[in-house]
């Protein structure tokens, strides 16, 4: 069908989780096409076709793809009509949109994360990865604390006062600390904004493989939830 919405995306990556809850909130029909980014399909010349980024997600329509997860929300909102909420609000929705993906996930994945936990983010010189590590924690932490200091103070159960895309967008980049064991009681409001976050339908669904993965690191560590 030519106007067939197609999903490129990854288990394993974190960009894509926020893109596949919008498409559920909103019951857009779509196809899902697994990327096994762990055996480097992601660099096949079929997919650079698609996007000579090599990133995930993508998403393709009549065969128009596109790509970074900012651009393919603003895509889908204006190809399905979904309506916006005041000019004020989405504006500060789509800049925390657009915040999560260009500095959050790269302080949080790129600078703290990922260095530990796949060999190939991880810098050559054991000196230099740790710190590159150390300088994403401070970083790290720097975030988690706008977070809890700015936009959920004051008991706000929602990074704006009303849920909107924001929410799980960011939520779905902040949960990539469990996969190192990270210690989140430093933020209390960020730990209540989280669960409030996991209620969500659709939440358990699409990050069902993050939070196995999450689930075996914390039995084979003997640690509880967020400790």
């Known amino acids: 069908m030519p106007d067939e919405l197609k999903v490129y995306g990854s288990c394993v990556v974190a960009p894509c989780r926020p893109v596949l809850l919008f498409l559920k909130e909103h019951d857009i029909e779509y196809e899902y096409v ?9 660099l096949t010349p079929e ?4 996007n000579p980024k090599n990133t995930l997600p993508v998403v393709e329509r009549n065969g128009v793809c ?8 603003h895509y889908l ?9 005041s000019k004020e609000v989405q504006s ?11 500095q959050l996930h790269w302080n949080i994945g790129f600078s703290y994360v990922y260095p530990q936990i796949y060999s190939e983010f991880a810098l050559e010189d054991s000196d230099s990865n740790n710190k ?11 975030d988690l604390t706008t977070l809890e ?23 779905s980049i902040v949960v990539v600390l469990e996969l190192v064991n990270f210690d989140f009681k430093m933020w209390p409001s960020v730990v209540d904004w989280i669960e409030r976050v996991r209620s969500l339908p659709n939440w358990s669904e699409v990050h069902k493989f993050h939070d196995d993965v999450v689930k075996q690191i914390r039995e084979q560590n003997g640690t509880a939830d967020y400790v």
């Open 149 to 171: 200091k700015s936009y959920l103070r004051d008991n706000k159960k929602w990074l704006l006062g009303v849920r909107t895309t924001a929410d799980f967008t960011i939520a």
């Open 77 to 85: 909102h204006d190809t399905y009509r979904i309506p916006r909420l």
């Open 92 to 102: 500060q929705v789509d800049q925390l949109i657009s915040w999560s993906y260009e």
């Open 66 to 73: 596109i790509s970074e997860g900012p651009a393919i929300i």
């Open 34 to 42: 697994e990327i096994n980014v762990l055996k480097n399909e992601h």
């Open 47 to 50: 997919f650079l076709e698609k």
């Open 132 to 142: 590159l590590i150390e300088s994403g924690i401070m970083k790290v932490c720097e």
